[in-house]
């Protein structure tokens, strides 16, 4: 009688050979623990250290069951025909169907690496007397010698009392056990294979309770299995953190698209999806979970899309359910299979619900930030997922398995099929019970390829293609009340768009018009124009008189003077743009140009006063002149009501059909204006001053500016009330919002950035500055004794000095290396910024000094929050002080007993920007991105200090105080 023997590499090959990559292997140890009717399965990977655990709360395995059942090749208690007897269903718990039936998944984890400890305690056992812990050491490279039999095999097992007897003497046991199996092999494994063999188990013993002990499943506390695999093949690391998927919008990486969405979250249906899943990456800048739940699909994300498909098809591949188009009232559809010829289908019932983004905002009813954060999670997690009794089955909603082919059918005609697999998210649900046909393969890449799947994704794809002819691309009455919504959100978002361009080229022009004012008069040439005004009528009028001895010259140059100083003052008149949101930098401008104005008002009228004094010296004022400045003053007043007449007309006709208290309100502002100039004519005196005609003249222009902004503003409102818009303030205050918002996203994207940049050069460098620096050392007795080469390494020795300086001026900027604070004193940060600019100070002629009292100042804090800030104050320094025409520009660091200074002797900081240079996004430095000053005030700030401007009338140049909110005491002088 003859028997089969089976072969150690038997179990290589139904395990690390036969399954798809890594990430499948994970997700086949999850089902494991799902099995199991675990709550909570967690992977804990350690790059540092190759080390990877998955640890699970579910029913654990007794000694018996780990030896009868794990340990069994191809277990048939998960078979749905098998005669042995499923685990039993803890209290609490439903009945999970089971989704392992061949017995194999666990040989799966052979894939992750060489070697693997598992221990395991039964849950139903916890506290009796028959509580144990199971600990067993798997070397799966053995099961790769050929010639070996599965009795060739020795696994160490251990039965233990307490989970605390498990320590790195006990493994250290496991491992010896294994070395004296290989012994007693002999010369069955060859040299090479034992070398690598005992190399992998050099790495053993490690303290298990370290990683036993992590957060999640404890064995400690309840029943479970956890797997400790060490060292984790090199490709576990390359694949966990391999750079994104590019295909995926760059974002997830494919590690990623395999394990997220283990249980189905996206309908809301499935009653068997109660496993968290998570996988922890600890890496150097702290854990990170890559398979996070809460990123993926919940059921209220169907309520942003644009279009929703919810129904189930029956046995026959008829579709009943709903469709609902631009989030309208669902329209129940029935859709036959038309391949369909009155028999069954082979793969079973089954249900689908998925949403549809359209692929341009214009054809989209989801405002902007729904449709870029949509659009984001599709290029990310786009794809319809397939679940089989609530777990997902790969690798169906990856991006690179378009298992329906709707891609392939958009390239032979877009407008015809519809459906893109990049614009759409959802979930096909199937089960064990109705569809047994459709059956995956043995290495999990998907379902085997036989009527069933066949009949399946015939089905699917015949009904994708009917529902766009229905709905979206045909000629039937719902596709063209399709076209018609459609072209109404185009019109929609073009309006839109044409509106924000509108808007913006006002802003624009608003904010150019500002600065060219607010400069003008900052520069002194207003003022200056002025006092040219009022001398060249002083000096007119003598030259006059000596020439002519005209008695009316005083007053006709003192006229002729106040009318160009009017034209000045209007010239001085900027109003905001009416319904246009402005940036937090045009409203703090804005500002500073009103406090302008009144002082350019102030100008004109102490010149109007000089010129008033050309007319005192006569005897008289004639009738004609005071008559001329009524005469100015009525025309000016006529205009003004002139203007808010047609204004009125234009609001008048705009409201013809609306509420006649806006009628009202229109009105009022003639009359309001009206009362104004009665006003103003009232407390006209007999003679008028020229100062006092200026005024009048100029509170007329602001009165009529006045009204007729108000008459605007109902003009606007009213044109929004047919678009069903909100009120003319409330979007202006919110555009403003929008554009604080945008430019505090766009500084945190370039500080994250510049961040990342930092991080990814500090840390690729580390490693190759240690080897060029070996190879300097090794190469410098062969260049001594080679005349020729000598001179050549010296050139390289200092320019790799000169580089490796630079480099680590990086270390005291890396928060991770400083968890504690640590002393600070002022030579140390006087040394560290001589090292960061000491070519910059040579090159733009810049002197630094540095106080003695500055250098014996000490204190408390972490060097990645203060030398950056250092580093930013100097740097703006110096851009400023290598402007002083030739001259040398002096940057001094300084220090008294309130704080540090930071002085330099450049131009200084204007008057109006001095409330501005803290806030993101302001910078007067060509090139600047004004982040450097509010990040360091917010640095400063996050422990415990602040950083201010300082001036008075004897500053020159700027002055920056550092200094703690509150006195410390490891604070001060050394």
Request: one cysteine or more; proline letters at 3%; hydrophobic letters at 40%.
């Amino acid at each position: 009688m003859a028997k089969f023997l089976t072969s150690a590499r038997a179990v290589d090959m139904l395990g690390r050979q036969q399954i798809a990559g890594i990430p499948t292997a994970v997700s086949e140890i999850f089902k494991n623990a799902y099995d199991a009717y675990a709550t909570t399965v967690r992977g804990d990977y350690f790059p540092a250290t190759r080390v990877l655990t998955v640890r699970d709360d579910g029913v654990g395995m007794s000694f018996d069951d780990f030896t009868s059942r794990w340990l069994t090749i191809g277990t048939d208690s998960k078979a749905r025909d098998s005669t042995r007897p499923l685990p039993s269903v803890p209290s609490g718990f439903k009945i999970r169907r089971q989704m392992g039936e061949k017995g194999i998944g666990r040989l799966a984890i052979a894939s992750i690496g060489s070697q693997m400890l598992i221990v395991t305690r039964a849950r139903e056992k916890v506290g009796t007397a028959e509580d144990e812990v199971v600990v067993a050491l798997l070397q799966w490279s053995i099961f790769e010698v050929p010639g070996l039999t599965l009795d060739d095999v020795v696994i160490p097992i251990r039965r233990l009392k307490d989970i605390s007897e498990l320590n790195s003497s006990l493994v250290a046991e496991l491992a010896e056990e294994i070395y004296e199996s290989i012994d007693q092999l002999g010369t069955r494994i060859g040299t090479d294979r034992r070398l690598q063999i005992m190399e992998e188990l050099r790495v053993l013993p490690f303290d298990p309770s370290r990683f036993l002990s992590l957060n999640g499943p404890s064995l400690a506390r309840n029943g479970g299995t956890a797997f400790i695999v060490a060292p984790a093949n090199d490709d576990l690391e390359s694949v966990i953190t391999s750079g994104p998927d590019k295909e995926n919008g760059g974002i997830v990486s494919p590690f990623q698209r395999f394990l997220m969405g283990f249980s189905n979250t996206i309908t809301g249906n499935s009653e068997d999806s109660d496993l968290v899943t998570e996988f922890i990456l600890h890496a150097q800048d702290g854990p990170v979970d890559l398979i996070d739940p809460a990123s993926f699909w919940r059921p209220e994300d169907f309520e942003t899309t644009d279009h929703t498909v919810e129904g189930q098809f029956d046995e026959y591949g008829t579709f009943s359910g709903r469709v609902s188009i631009y989030g309208s009232e669902p329209i129940h559809l029935v859709e036959s299979w038309p391949a369909n010829r009155g028999a069954k289908t082979n793969c079973g019932p089954f249900r689908i619900k998925f949403g549809y983004v359209q692929g341009e905002q214009s054809g989209s009813r989801l405002n902007a930030e729904d449709f870029a954060l949509m659009t984001s999670r599709l290029q990310r997690l786009g794809g319809l997922y397939i679940y089989r009794d609530g777990i997902r089955v790969l690798p169906y909603g990856n991006s690179d398995t378009d298992y329906l082919e709707m891609e392939q059918r958009r390239t032979k005609n877009a407008g015809r099929y519809y459906f893109s697999y990049r614009r759409i998210f959802g979930a096909i649900e199937i089960d064990s019970i109705n569809n047994p046909g459709l059956q995956e393969k043995a290495g999990r890449e998907g379902f085997r390829e036989n009527a069933a799947y066949r009949d399946f994704t015939d089905v699917l794809k015949g009904f994708l293609v009917q529902l766009a002819a229905n709905f979206f691309s045909g000629k039937t009455q719902d596709s063209e009340e399709f076209r018609r919504q459609r072209q109404r959100l185009k019109d929609r978002f073009t309006a839109r768009s044409e509106a924000e361009d509108e808007e913006r080229r006002a802003r624009e022009a608003f904010a150019a018009s500002l600065e060219s004012q607010l400069s003008e008069f900052e520069s002194g040439r207003f003022a200056a124009l002025v006092t040219r005004v009022v001398e060249e009528a002083v000096v007119e009028k003598q030259k006059t008189i000596s020439q002519r001895g005209d008695s009316e010259s005083g007053e006709l140059i003192r006229t002729r003077a106040a009318g160009v100083l009017n034209e000045l003052m209007q010239s001085f008149d900027l109003t905001r743009p009416t319904g246009v949101g402005l940036t937090a930098v045009q409203e703090r401008e804005y500002a500073s140009y009103i406090r302008a104005r009144a002082q350019a008002a102030e100008i004109i009228e102490r010149g109007a006063r000089q010129l008033d004094l050309l007319a005192t010296s006569e005897r008289s004022v004639s009738i004609d002149s005071l008559s001329d400045q009524r005469l100015r003053i009525e025309r000016a007043g006529q205009a003004g009501h002139q203007d808010l007449q047609e204004a009125y007309k234009s609001v008048d006709s705009a409201i013809a059909l609306a509420a006649q208290n806006t009628l009202d309100a229109a009105q009022q502002e003639v009359r309001a204006f009206s009362d104004a100039l009665d006003r103003i004519a009232s407390n006209l005196p007999d003679r008028i001053s020229t100062a006092k005609e200026l005024r009048t003249l100029d509170e007329i222009r602001i009165e009529a500016a006045l009204r007729r902004g108000n008459l605007q503003d109902l003009l606007h409102l009213l044109a929004a009330v047919e678009t069903g818009s909100s009120s003319l303030s409330d979007k202006t205050s919110l555009q403003e919002q929008i554009l604080d918002l945008q430019e505090q996203v766009e500084g945190n994207l370039e500080l994250m950035q510049l961040g990342q940049a930092v991080q990814i050069v500090s840390h690729e460098f580390e490693a190759s500055i240690r080897t060029v620096r070996s190879g300097l050392q090794k190469l410098s007795p062969w260049a001594r004794s080679t005349p020729r080469l000598e001179p050549i390494v010296r050139d390289l020795r200092a320019s790799f000095a000169h580089l490796d300086g630079y480099l680590r001026l990086f270390t005291p900027l890396q928060r991770r290396l400083y968890r504690q604070k640590v002393v600070i004193t002022g030579s140390q940060i006087s040394e560290f910024v001589r090292g960061v600019f000491f070519e910059r100070f040579e090159r733009h002629n810049v002197r630094f000094e540095v106080a003695e009292s500055f250098l014996n100042w000490q204190f408390r804090g972490f060097p990645s929050t203060f030398y950056p800030v250092f580093v930013n104050l100097i740097d703006n320094a110096i851009a400023w002080t290598s402007n002083n025409h030739g001259r040398t520009g002096v940057i001094l660091l300084d220090a008294d007993e309130d704080g540090l200074l930071v002085c330099d002797d450049g131009p200084g900081i204007r008057p109006r920007d001095r409330d501005a240079i803290f806030e993101r996004g302001f910078s007067r430095r060509r090139g600047g991105r004004g982040l450097g000053l509010s990040l360091s005030r917010e640095l400063l700030a996050r422990d415990g200090w602040e950083i201010e401007l300082e001036f008075d009338e004897a500053t020159v140049g700027a002055k920056f105080r550092i200094r703690p909110t509150a006195l410390q005491n490891e604070m001060g002088t050394a």
